[in-house]
């Protein structure tokens, strides 16, 4: 039990930075607090107690504004960062290592009994306020962008965004992705098509950044196939322009 707490206050740790001490975290963190008690509920459900599984998790909802239904099944070292508003219906199933921010609903689309929540991989990240919805798979290592609603199958590694969620799976997205990495921005956090100048603003400039980055890359294809030998610096792989008035020289 103390090692399984040990680890969960370590995934603290490592994905937030807001971090500070082992107290700090222990006593102040109601991510935390809500998977300690859904533990408690979990079992109590698994041993056919069930009002009393259900009074522990609506206590655990009071507690932390974190609502998951004692009969799902939540995997280790999963971390739910800030929590406020998330909601896990109970056949719902989270993987190991995955991450889920506030707002997060991961819910059914029918009232017919047995599986009717979503089941997410490991390592899978849920941006804020998405909703995963229906018996649907979240591949390992999957993205979920914020505000996003998912009712299909998402495959292993891919990033979904937007409202309904579409995979990122195009030239221009995996370069809008590469380029948002490297400037320290969340590609999939938001989706292009959502209705927001600011969200817009900010994929026009990672668009032109990409299209500026391919324009350079054929340079200096081009001015390689001529003959000239570029100098590139080695340490972030981008392409120093006043390599070319070297080659013009």
Do not use: C
């Amino acid at each position: 039990m103390f090692a399984k707490l040990r680890e969960d206050i370590r995934v603290v740790f490592d994905r937030d930075p807001a971090a500070r001490t082992f107290f700090e975290v222990l006593t102040t963190y109601p991510g935390l607090h809500a998977i300690l008690w859904h533990r408690v509920s979990h079992q109590l459900w698994l041993v056919n107690l069930k009002w009393l599984a259900r009074f522990s998790s609506y206590v655990a909802r009071w507690l932390t504004g974190i609502e998951i239904h004692p009969g799902a099944r939540i995997g280790r070292r999963v971390f739910i960062d800030h929590g406020m508003g998330v909601v896990i219906g109970e056949t719902a199933e989270v993987g190991d290592d995955s991450t889920l921010y506030h707002g997060v609903t991961l819910g059914g689309t029918s009232w017919q009994k047995g599986k009717r929540h979503p089941t997410l991989g490991s390592g899978v990240i849920v941006g804020a306020g998405a909703k995963v919805l229906g018996p649907i798979n979240i591949g390992d290592g999957a993205k979920i962008g914020s505000n996003a609603v998912v009712v299909k199958d998402v495959p292993e590694g891919a990033t979904a965004v937007g409202i309904p969620a579409r995979i990122l799976d195009t030239e221009s997205d995996r370069m809008r992705e590469k380029v948002a990495q490297k400037l320290g921005f969340s590609a999939y956090g938001v989706g292009a098509d959502m209705n927001d100048p600011m969200v817009k603003a900010v994929h026009g400039l990672i668009n032109h950044s990409a299209n500026t980055d391919q324009r350079l890359e054929w340079i200096v294809q081009e001015l390689q196939r001529l003959g000239g030998k570029p100098e590139t610096d080695r340490t972030d792989d981008h392409f120093d322009p006043a390599s070319l008035n070297k080659m013009v020289d």
